[in-house]
Nanobody
Framework: HVQLVESGGGSVQAGGSLRLSCEAIRSHPDDTYCVGWFRQSPGKQREGIVTIDSRGRTTYANSLEDRITISRGNAKVSLRLQMNRLKPEDTARYYC?????????????????????WGKGTQVTVS
């Protein structure tokens, strides 16, 4: 079991950057997870941004890859996201998610409903 807490959202000007953090609290410190960032805009389906497993294998959304940088904390479950050159259409609630099934980590990018653990999200508004 893992608890996820996102932070770092807020209002950002177009052209700027956002930096979000996902901190994870694991029931067992040796457990490993696929971890990812997702977002959902009003009236739209939730979309995947990036997923990464404990070995560092990463899957990016093609449309966002050139604007994204990720980094992991020491626990390799915590995950930070930086997105650059923000646009108003990046306005969304950003969620961190995790799942112990690391062997299908890339699959979760487009199949977010199958992920077991979610944070409550953090709102980002770009204007």
């Amino acid at each position: 079991h893992v608890q996820l807490v996102e932070s770092g959202g807020g209002s950002v000007q177009a052209g700027g950057s956002l930096r979000l953090s996902c901190e994870a609290i694991r029931s067992h410190p040796d457990d490993t997870y696929c971890v990812g960032w997702f977002r959902q805009s009003p009236g739209k389906q939730r979309e995947g941004i990036v997923t990464i497993d404990s070995r560092g294998r990463t899957t990016y959304a093609n449309s966002l890859e050139d604007r994204i940088t990720i980094s992991r904390g020491n626990a390799k479950v915590s995950l930070r996201l930086q997105m650059n050159r923000l646009k108003p259409e990046d306005t969304a609630r950003y969620y961190c998610a995790a799942d112990p099934r690391e062997q299908v980590c890339g699959y979760f990018l487009d199949n977010y409903r199958d992920l077991n653990y979610w944070g409550k999200g953090t709102q980002v508004t770009v204007s």
